[in-house]
């Protein structure tokens, strides 16, 4: 039976996410019987659609790709135009709601409203914003168990790489004792060309130029996006109610090629470390540039790309590196949550 | 309901499998609703001991601590001694069957045949012997799927280094175009000690001399022990019934401290890698001494440590890092499969 998509949302991640649906058609229904049917798409500024027979998808990217929007998707007799989110949410057919609206990362919403809408309505949700599981998991998974459906956020951590699920379904069993990890792109992309010379001004640049960086690069190169992630680790691997505020952080904006050079003496490179430590009963969690000797796993990691050590009381310390961004990555994530809620797996 | 265990076989992994047992009983009873019962262990030199109502476990390390053996385990009234390996597999009341013998490499034997028996008597098996997977993997899991029974074999490669469950589990959906990876920690210990400065000879001493390399150390450094490792990743993982005969193979013992200069002018380091690769509808396998640049994850894993990437065309290269062998994480590996195995999760 097809597994009944409504997406909230039809940026990146959305159309990510329906580019595989499309490519990947025939190899998910053999592979694995999915079957993923969009039957609505409401978006703010695209459009909003629902058809309870489902959406063409290869129509809808075209639309997209042509206008920005997704208005002249053609009329079906059963087709409804129009609907806002809560809406599409709470009265559409879809058995799973794609929560991929854009969403304020410092306030959840309104993906966390849109959350808890979806649960109380029994759908399922997948998503890649961290803000609703940064700033409300307990109450939310809480929601989601109290109505009997599922939850997933593979892709608020590292996009595609299973950050999220290694733990939960391939190292059940450990203490996990310390994560600690390169959760952000950007920053160590910038420490990378920093090391080969260039000042953080200059790499900073290049970063930008090269799409890694935004205009303003705050939320990355202080701290603040790598913040959110250890959160939600914390939180979810780690089972801490650990908050935002609860986290020490510092960026990598005051490191001077001085700096960089004097590490490369030690043998050691910077990089910006996101860790949440056990210390008895709770949970120390900081951001912070930290010099990581050339033999931890952590060091080898360069450029855009991520990785995290879960170290465990029984496995000993695991680190898994890989993408934390793009388009087919992240839309990947929500393809895999949505194939282990279609199977009943974790 | 307690998961009752026969383990055949109570060397090493098997006494580390207990230990853990102890050490953890609650702690997997609260998170995980597990509760593993012993009630049989059957070994060819330790002795054989089967009791319906479970072993006390406790009862048993300190016996194997003291004696080497299990024969002095206390009498009870449902107390059954001498039993061989098959007539426990056969006849105990035993959910699922830890098969940790010691098992012939070449010829897969006894684990085999004691995997095809636990499965027509319906039993699950678990465990980390490479044989039985790299020779029979096609036959064994038809068989276990016959019977309806769960066929567990994690530690078959990396030990508790979950690189089995996180492509089954997490990576779902990608086609894996690419497996390769550090499989053999004497190898990358030789290596990194090469590099640090030290002749073959020197480097391969001081692996025997911490336990990492054998007596004999052929079947790591000539490349046997990662060829049964890639030939288990490409039938698992990439479903191509490849063979150990179609892997060329090469070890590292005619690489010279010029070789491991040159690299190292060239920005790279040598690894002895294993790599299976889809070329067409066939994989082409190899295990090769190859110049790997320090751009790449795998060039940072230095000393016994192991990683594998999986190159996916939807998430990207995904690299797994951690331990390849020890007694702890070995024993993990046997309790993760039967974790999953009572928890219905893959």
Sequence with gaps: MAHKLALIGFGVVGQG????????????KTRYGFEGKIVAISDLHKGSLYDPNGLDIETLLSIVRETGKIDSYPDTPTLVRGWDSFKTICQSNADTVV??????VK???PAIDHCKAAFESGKHVV????????????????LARKHNVRWGFEGSVMSGTPTIRLPLACLAGNEIREVKGILNGTTNFILTKMEE??????ALSEAQRLGYAEADPTADVEGFDALYKIVILANVIMGVPLKREDVSRQGITALTPEDIAQAKAENKRWKLIARAKKEGD???????????PLTDALAGITGATNAITYDCDLAGPI????AGAGKTETGYSILIDL???SRGQI
Tied chains: 1, 2.
């Design 319 to 322: 680190t898994v590196v890989g």
């Design 107 to 109: 306030t959840g919403q």
């Design 127 to 142: 998503m890649s914003n961290k803000g609703p599981v940064a700033l409300a998991y307990q109450e939310l998974s809480e």
């Design 339 to 341: 194939i282990n809620i």
């Design 282 to 292: 709770k949970v120390v969690a900081s951001i912070a540039p930290e010099k990581v």
């Design 17 to 28: 996410l329906a580019e595989i649906l499309v490519n990947k058609k025939e190899e998910l």
């Design 99 to 104: 929560e991929v609206s854009y969403t304020d």
């Design 197 to 202: 010379g260039m000042t953080y001004e200059d």
